[in-house]
T-cell receptor, first 114, second 116 residues
């Protein structure tokens, strides 16, 4: 079975400052990795995904993430945050091959301070 | 292309009652997954249906059940409601096909259940 750990439950950051949201995963097999974002009173939407190839993945709204297999990490970064980035971010993992359920982390609330 | 639709968006029930939530997936998607979201617990996987069959199941009591219809629409039911069942219930759809599986899910906006 796979698991996901998001160590930071809340991350406050000033507007226009950089941010990194941390994600570590555990799995005995190869995985796909995802970051989803949830705005208040909404469902989740995909921010970016790593399936294969380049370990640096670019997503929507200027976010990017880097897959590090040796450290089993998939940290999310943005060089300059905006007020509109205030939301909850979820890291997720799914095993490769066949159809597998997606396992989510507990989420990180990003609060952008004006 | 219409997204995932969940109804109702909000509902209030009392302990002991039962509730049924509905989810219409994206057209062409045959897999529907259900998640329970509560503060501090994140998203907990309930179950996944594919072509009217439950394919995966999480660790929830038997009070939580679901089904999927031939048109891929899905319902989940919670019987004998408890206060702890108050949560946002999210439905997500995907193609569900092994050769097209990337694990990407498309979520609805959720049904927020309050149990009093």
């Amino acid at each position: 079975a796979q698991s996901v750990t998001q160590l930071d439950s809340q991350v406050p950051v000033f507007e226009e400052a950089p941010v990194e949201l941390r994600c570590n995963y555990s799995s005995s097999v190869s995985v796909y990795l995802f970051w989803y974002v949830q705005y208040p009173n909404q469902g989740l939407q995909l921010l970016l995904k790593y399936l294969s190839g380049s370990t640096l993945v670019k997503g929507i709204n200027g976010f990017e993430a880097e897959f590090n297999k040796s450290q089993t990490s998939f940290h999310l970064r943005k060089p300059s945050v905006h007020i509109s980035d205030t939301a909850e971010y979820f890291c997720a993992v799914s095993r490769r091959g066949g159809y597998q359920k997606v396992t989510f982390g507990t989420g990180t609330k990003l609060q952008v301070i004006p | 292309k219409a997204g995932v639709t969940q109804t109702p968006r909000y509902l209030i029930k009392t302990r002991g009652q039962q509730v049924t939530l509905s989810c219409s997936p994206i057209s062409g998607h045959r897999s529907v997954s259900w998640y329970q979201q509560t503060p501090g617990q994140g998203l907990q996987f309930l179950f996944e249906y594919f072509s009217e069959t439950q394919r995966n199941k999480g660790n929830f009591p038997g009070r939580f059940s679901g089904r999927q219809f031939s048109n891929s629409r899905s319902e989940m039911n919670v019987s004998t409601l408890e206060l702890g069942d108050s949560a946002l219930y999210l439905c997500a759809s995907s193609s569900g096909l092994a050769d097209a599986n990337t694990g990407e899910l498309f979520f609805g906006e959720g049904s927020r259940l309050t149990v009093l």
